[in-house]
């Protein structure tokens, strides 16, 4: 069964310090992955898929196999940023398997 | 840019009564999904929905649940006979495919309250 972990709850970091949200996974074949946003008072919103490699509002995320891990970065933190991050395996069903999220807090 | 749309926003049900959770997915969106989160929790799935059938059901979705697609937009879940514990934020998903390269697009939710 998919299980992914997100080890810290809360994260503060100054403006335009660098960010790492970590996420890691546990699987059987081969991880699709996911990092969702949510802003406050907004849906979720896909930030980015490993699929795709992209970059999206500065942030990327590589999976890294040997530690399974898909780890969220960005260089330099923006306020706009501070909002609940989520990573989201893909199931074998095609269910997304959500994280217990982090809070991401971007101190002016 | 489309969006999946889901009403009410916010139910405020007695316990024991039937609630019905209304959704419109992306219109040539073929997949969709609810997913659960209580109060604190993560975001659980529920269940999946492809060519009006069920796909995939967690232990969550028993038969207190169901799901229907009743005409071509909507797509609603049903609880039967609810339960203080079935309080929870319910996000319904759509996706026009499968796979990492066919993401998931969530509704604002409906916030179900369990009187």
């Known amino acids: 069964a998919q299980r992914v972990t997100q080890p810290e709850k809360l994260l503060s970091v100054f403006k335009g310090a660098p960010v790492e949200l970590k996420c890691n996974y546990s699987?059987?074949?081969?991880?699709?992955l996911f990092w969702y946003v949510q802003y406050s008072r907004q849906r979720l919103q896909l930030l980015l898929r490993?699929?795709s490699r992209e970059s999206i509002k500065g942030f990327t995320a590589d999976l890294n196999k040997g530690e399974t891990s898909f780890h969220l970065k960005k260089p330099f933190a923006q306020e706009e940023d501070s909002a609940m991050y989520y990573c989201?395996?893909?199931?074998?069903?095609?269910?997304?398997?959500f994280g217990t999220g982090t809070r991401l807090t971007v101190i002016p | 840019e489309p969006e999946v749309t889901q009403t009410p926003s916010h139910q405020v049900t007695q316990m024991g009564q039937e609630v019905i959770l209304r959704c419109v997915p992306i219109s040539n969106h073929l997949y969709f999904y609810w997913y659960r989160q209580i109060l604190g929790q993560k975001v659980e799935f529920l269940v999946s929905f492809y060519n009006n059938e069920i796909s995939e059901k967690s232990e969550i979705f028993d038969d207190q649940f169901s799901v229907e697609r009743p005409d071509g937009s909507n797509f609603t879940l049903k609880i039967r006979s609810t339960k203080l514990e079935d309080s929870a934020m319910y996000f319904c998903?759509?996706?026009?495919?499968?796979?990492?390269?066919?993401?998931?697009?969530f509704g604002d939710g409906t916030r179900l309250s369990i009187l």
């Open positions: 699987y059987s074949g081969s991880p699709e």
């Open positions: 989201a395996p893909l199931g074998g069903a095609n269910n997304l398997f």
């Open positions: 490993h699929i």
């Open positions: 998903a759509s996706s026009e495919g499968q796979g990492g390269d066919q993401p998931q697009h």
